[in-house]
């Protein structure tokens, strides 16, 4: 039986309604249980070394990504930016000021970018949108703040959520009220979190991961029955843990020095980077 045209839009309409509403109810209750472990402490923060680019920022980038839609997620980071901090929860804010620039923006970008300023690590969320309202910005992070989308799409937690795993982290989350998009009639908003730590020089890998042994690869070449493998090869490794994808990089550096090497720390940006170029050897360990 074949659907009307107009009817199958009115079906489409009215799942989106039904996902956007399931939606909210989730972000609601994750927040509130969110909200209240981090004010009764019940949060643990763990830190460890975590490189900004590619175990936050492409995570948070590919789950913001909407096909079709007439914005761009745009990322700028540069290489190799490592801190010592929480992975987890330093992903969860990104995210979650992400998604609240996406309910603003029409036109134009949300940007997610960092850089070292004074000598510290700052992450940025910067979007294109309508802007924030002078009379909303003094309770900008406080509790059930009046949603500021004009279709009360928030919760009115997540931004005080951001802001107290930002605190339990040692850092700050503010708005940087002199920003501008640069597109006319969209002012736009920028989010600072400011970590308050230097980056750090790239960590030595732990003792625990050193089952992998070197004096078993030649260092000339690698030799597969008895063939050399081809010396130029497009390799991506994937592994949530920032320490396992270092180790595998830099064994593989050592003895294929034609090998260009990609990290992902996630399924999701392993995918959009398999849409942008071919890879020879893909190496996968994901949970």
């Known amino acids: 039986m074949r659907v009307p045209a107009e009817e199958l839009e009115t079906i489409e309409e009215d799942v989106q309604i039904i996902d956007s509403s ?8 994750r927040n509130m249980l969110d909200m209240h472990r981090a004010n ?53 804010t990104m995210l979650n000021l992400g998604r609240n620039s996406t309910k603003f923006v029409t036109t134009g970008f949300v940007r ?4 070292v300023v004074n000598g510290v690590v700052h992450l940025f ?17 406080g509790k059930f703040q009046q949603a500021l989308d004009s279709l009360s799409q928030g919760t009115g937690l997540g931004l005080s959520l951001c802001k107290k795993l ?9 708005l ?6 640069g597109i006319p009639n969209h002012p736009g908003a920028r989010f600072v979190v400011n970590l308050r730590i230097m980056p750090s020089e790239e960590e030595k890998v732990d003792d625990e991961y050193q089952y992998l042994s070197t004096r078993e690869l030649r260092k ?28 595998f990089a830099r064994h ?17 940006t392993a995918l959009r980077l398999a849409e942008e170029q071919t890879f020879d050897l893909v190496s996968s360990s994901c949970r």
């Open 112 to 115: 997610l970018r960092a850089e």
């Open 125 to 141: 969320v910067e979007d294109s949108g309508a802007g924030i309202p002078e009379e909303k910005k003094k309770q900008l992070f």
């Open 220 to 247: 000339s070449s690698i030799i597969v029955e008895g063939r050399k493998l081809p010396e130029n090869l497009n390799c991506l490794i994937v592994d949530d843990e920032f320490r396992l994808r270092q180790l």
């Open 252 to 268: 593989i550096s050592r003895v294929t020095k034609g090998w260009k090497i990609r990290e992902a720390s996630n399924g999701e």
């Open 40 to 92: 009764s402490n019940q949060i643990k923060i763990e830190f460890g070394p975590v490189d900004i680019l590619r175990d936050i920022l492409e995570p948070v980038a590919s789950m913001l990504y909407q096909r079709g839609s007439d914005f761009e997620v745009e990322l700028d980071c540069p290489e190799g930016l490592i801190a010592f901090t929480d992975k987890l929860r330093l992903k969860q």
């Open 22 to 29: 399931l939606q909210f109810v989730n972000d609601l209750l």
């Open 176 to 181: 940087d009220e002199s920003f501008d998009s």
């Open 166 to 174: 930002v605190e339990l982290m040692g850092g700050e989350l503010y």
